[in-house]
């Protein structure tokens, strides 16, 4: 077994677990002015992922699998049992997989603009053209392995994203833990992907926001962190006419 990477981590607040998860190619800042602000609320960790962040890369690929095992491991270590778990874009995707491994961690999940497929992409991962300057800044003014390295990292997702085998969508089934699927109306992920997921899974409920891209995060920063807290502090409740939660639809 590939050894686990021990992921860098940042960690706020107080209270009860929470563990986001940062979209591809960046680290836990992009939950800057968003969903750190769930840190008045609970204890927050923002791991960086193998490659990501300060979180340097190690040899080999760079897979969902693979920071899904790392992730797992820092469950089990670092927040020592479950937690509420929040994954955005490539991180909902790695969420997604430590909940159908270890439900058992998962004490509520949020998929915010997650598919569980790369087919649900409209672009796919790839290492042709450029990548943004802001992008290669901010991966440079943090990465213990330097700016250059920035392309070896990009290569090996795009790698694993060209190989690495497709979910059964039957595993989803195996998602028990309460969860929120979160989208824009106007993302990266597609609509049919996104209520493909949110049927997929036993006790999804559904979000879509107006006017939102892939980008939701930095767009409607106070809606986002609004309804995930919402959902992480509050128990659902039973609707006045029931039509996918009626009991006989189960």
């Known amino acids: 077994m590939t050894d686990i990477v021990h992921m860098w981590h940042d960690e706020r607040g107080s209270g009860d677990p929470v563990v986001l998860l940062h979209g591809g190619?960046?680290?836990?800042?992009?939950?800057?002015?968003?969903?750190?602000?769930?840190?008045?609320?609970?204890?927050t960790y923002l791991p960086d992922r193998r490659g990501h962040g300060r979180t340097p890369d190690a040899p080999g690929p760079i897979t969902?699998?693979?920071?899904?095992?790392?992730?797992?491991?820092?469950?089990?270590?670092?927040?020592?049992?479950?937690?509420?778990?929040?994954?955005?874009?490539?991180?909902?995707?790695?969420?997604?997989?430590?909940?159908?491994?270890?439900?058992?961690?998962?004490?509520?999940?949020?998929?915010?603009?997650?598919?569980?497929?790369?087919?649900?992409?409209?672009f796919k991962p790839s290492a042709d053209g450029e990548m943004p300057a802001e992008l290669v800044d901010a991966y440079a003014e943090v990465s213990p392995d330097g700016r250059d390295h920035f392309a070896v990292v990009i290569g090996k997702i795009a790698h694993a994203a060209a190989t690495e085998p497709s979910p059964d969508p039957a595993e989803l089934r195996a998602v028990t833990p309460r969860t929120l699927v979160l989208s824009g109306d106007d993302d990266l992920v597609t609509l049919d992907h996104t209520v493909a997921l949110y049927r997929a899974l036993p006790t999804a409920e559904l979000a879509v926001l107006p006017n939102a891209s892939h980008l939701l995060l930095m767009e409607h920063a106070e809606a986002v962190r609004a309804m995930v807290l919402a959902f992480l502090t509050t128990d659902a409740t039973p609707t006045y006419m029931p039509i996918a939660r009626a009991p006989e639809a189960k």
Do not use: K
């Not at 699998?65 to 790695?94: K, N």
């Open 25 to 43: 190619l960046t680290d836990g800042r992009c939950f800057t002015g968003n969903l750190d602000g769930l840190a008045g609320t609970f204890t």
């Open 64 to 122: 969902m699998e693979l920071m899904a095992q790392d992730t797992i491991a820092f469950l089990e270590h670092v927040v020592g049992g479950p937690a509420r778990l929040v994954g955005y874009s490539a991180g909902g995707t790695v969420a997604l997989r430590v909940a159908t491994r270890r439900p058992d961690l998962v004490e509520r999940l949020v998929l915010i603009s997650t598919a569980y497929d790369l087919e649900g992409l409209i």
